[in-house]
């Protein structure tokens, strides 16, 4: 059965440092999303993207954070300059089409811990 | 998201049926109910979604009421491996939206 990928899923970085986050979506799905999840609360919805363009973001996703889909099969989170409490767990998902009978396939997470 | 209402947490014994509610009194029309997952260390995993009628597949059923201000999750036959936070999501809109996750629904296994 196909699934979303994620790599690393260990990252662990000092304060002020660029990291990348990659994922690998399922083959055909057209809608990609990045998530965050600290450590014992919700997961947070960060941003979606279609068609190589940001199709919504929530208010966490500010101007350090960044999205690519750099070729064909990777989707990227990069963020800038991190912080301490950019430490969580970051989940990517993919769906085939958008819209509220779809449901999205989510990825293993990545653990960025920030120090 | 319209907003959703479940237990902090539950409790069941593997091999028993386990019904998980979820009420959403301001759900509107066109409001899709979903239900996700998430194992302890993993990301959310989809279960099931349904509109107006009861759904079936082969992880669960959806069983929603006819006002369709409520709806309960039926795992027919717990294992421990189905032991996860449960989430009621109410989806409206044709873009792509993220989901709004709430706390859900710790559901707690019983060998």
């Known amino acids: 059965e196909p699934e979303v990928t994620q790599t690393p899923s260990h990252q662990v970085t000092q304060m002020g440092q660029e990291v990348i986050l990659r994922c690998v979506p399922i083959s055909n799905h057209l809608y990609f999303y990045w998530y965050r999840q600290i450590l014992g609360q919700k997961v947070e919805f960060l941003v979606s993207f279609y068609n190589n363009e940001i199709s919504e973001k929530s208010e966490i996703f500010d101007d350090q954070f960044s999205v690519e889909r750099p070729d064909g099969s990777n989707f990227t989170l990069k963020i800038r300059s991190t912080k301490l409490e950019d430490s969580a767990m970051y989940f990517c998902?993919?769906?085939?089409?958008?819209?509220?009978?779809?449901?999205?396939?989510f990825g293993p997470g990545t653990r960025l811990t920030v120090l | 998201d319209a907003k959703t209402t479940q237990p902090n947490s539950m409790e069941s014994n593997e091999e028993e049926p386990v019904h998980l509610p979820c009420n959403h009194s301001?759900?509107?029309?066109?409001?899709?109910i979903h239900w996700y997952r998430q194992l302890p260390s993993q990301g959310p995993e989809y279960v099931i979604h349904?509109?107006?009628s009861n759904v079936n597949n082969r992880m669960a059923s959806l069983a929603i009421a006819e006002d369709r201000k409520s709806s309960t999750l039926i795992l027919h036959r717990a294992t421990l491996r189905d032991a996860a936070v449960y989430y009621c999501i109410l989806r409206t809109g044709g873009g792509a939206d993220g989901l709004t996750f709430g706390k859900g629904t710790h559901l707690i296994i019983q060998p």
């Open positions: 998902a993919s769906s085939k089409l958008a819209g509220s009978s779809h449901e999205q396939f």
């Open positions: 349904g509109l107006t």
């Open positions: 301001t759900i509107s029309g066109t409001d899709y």
